[in-house]
Each structure stands twice: as structure tokens, then as C-alpha cells.
């Protein structure tokens, strides 16, 4: 119960920072931390609580399909697969999933090429990447009403690339995951910087970026400009 409920600070801790940037709008969105990993259990946000707000019920124990642990009236967060896939998937032990307005354009402006690329820009080492030349790529998948479908899309990228950061749900939101919470959460504030960035200098910009176009790293590969 101890372990419990360090975990469960450190994850209110990360909703209350977020929160205070307006990334849960509407209640939406929802965080999980891992707790034990076999079996697995984790915490996850309860269902429909305001993220603005910290309380004794904003989190639930459930296991590795999601089902609560414990006598509880409490129901958890509807996308709960997707961060099951990604524990069963990776060795992560924090989920993050926001909505936000930059990456719900984001994921609208290249959905049908099915990712987004970035280069060119510093904070694209918050990933790890070091190279002058380095990118980062985020899927974009579309926004299936069948949860059970979405979750098993998350599934199968990671089977196909075990070691990308995050994944876009076209018109959704983000989800990002890491080792510890804080890479969770540096890598939701790099990938939401990266999208800001491109967002605001594609329109105090437009002839700049259609010059991007033709970029030999294809249309959906986005750069710093030099």
C-alpha cells in the first residue's frame, strides 16, 4: 500500500502540472503509472472527473485487461486498453494522453500521410537524438469509436517500432509513454512544442512552408528553416 500510494502522488503531481496548462479540456484526457509489473496493475484516471481538481478519486487500481482491483464505484478512464497495450508492449511505467488544440491540428494536417516528421529543431533532443541531421516521427492513426480496435492499433505499431515516444490519434489527442514518468512527460512537452512551433510559423509564414514542401525528406517532414 505504501508503493500504492507513492505512485499514486507522482501521478497527481504530473495531472495537477498539466492540468494547469489546460491539456485536460472537457475532463478529457487521462494518465496511468505503473505499479506492479507481474502481475501487471497500474493506476489510472477515474471516468469523468475534472483534472483541475485534485481528490481521493481521481485514480483506480486495475489489472493488466483494465478491470478494477478491489471494491470501488469508481469506473476508469474508457481508453484504459490503450495504456494496458502500451505496458504490455514496452518496458514504460507512465502513460500520458492529452488533448490539446495544436495536436489535434497537427494530427488533421498530415492524416493522410499518416505521420508527422520533425527536424531541424533542438528540442527534437529531448528524444534522445544528438545528430545535426536528427528527426522524429509520430504516427498519426485515425480516431476509431471501437476502443478495443484502437487499443490493438497502438499494439501493432509498437510491434512494427518498439521504440517510438508517442502516437497521434487524428482529431483525438496524444499519448506518449517513457521508463520513468518524468521522460513520459518530457517527451508530451517536446512533441507539444514541436506541433506549437510548426503550427504558428505555418501561418505567420505560408510561402515558407510550401518552400518545405519540396524538401527531399517529403511533404510531411517539417524543419526548421535556415
Not at 475532463?27 to 505499479?35: A, K, M, Q, Y
Not at 491540428?105 to 505521420?115: C, D, T
Request: negative net charge; proline residues 4%; contains cysteine.
Amino acid at each position: 500500500m505504501i508503493e500504492v500510494a507513492k505512485k499514486w502522488r507522482t501521478l497527481a503531481d504530473i495531472k495537477d502540472e498539466l492540468a494547469a496548462r489546460d491539456w485536460f479540456p472537457g475532463t478529457s484526457g487521462n494518465l496511468s503509472i505503473r505499479v506492479r509489473e507481474d502481475p501487471l496493475t497500474f493506476l489510472v484516471t477515474a471516468s469523468g472527473k475534472d483534472k483541475r481538481k485534485r481528490t481521493e478519486e481521481d485514480f483506480l487500481l486495475v489489472d493488466q485487461d483494465g478491470n478494477p482491483l478491489g471494491n470501488t464505484h469508481l469506473k476508469a478512464s474508457a481508453e484504459v486498453g490503450i495504456h494496458a497495450e502500451i505496458y504490455r508492449r514496452t518496458g514504460a511505467t507512465c502513460c500520458l494522453h492529452v488533448h490539446t488544440l495544436d495536436n489535434n491540428l497537427i494530427s488533421e494536417l498530415y492524416a493522410s500521410e499518416g505521420r508527422v516528421t520533425f527536424c531541424g529543431q533542438e528540442l527534437i533532443k529531448a528524444f534522445g537524438i544528438w545528430e545535426e541531421d536528427g528527426e522524429i516521427s509520430i504516427p498519426i492513426i485515425p480516431n476509431y469509436a471501437d476502443l478495443d480496435l484502437l487499443s490493438k492499433e497502438f499494439g501493432s505499431l509498437l510491434l512494427q517500432d518498439p521504440l517510438l515516444k508517442g502516437i497521434l490519434i487524428r482529431n483525438h489527442g496524444i499519448t506518449t509513454w517513457g521508463a520513468t514518468p518524468l521522460e513520459a512527460k518530457k517527451y508530451l512537452e517536446a512533441f507539444e512544442f514541436l506541433f506549437s512551433y510548426h503550427i504558428k510559423l505555418r501561418l505567420l509564414q505560408p510561402n515558407l512552408y510550401a518552400k518545405w514542401g519540396e524538401d527531399v525528406h517529403g511533404t510531411n517532414t517539417i524543419s526548421s528553416y535556415r
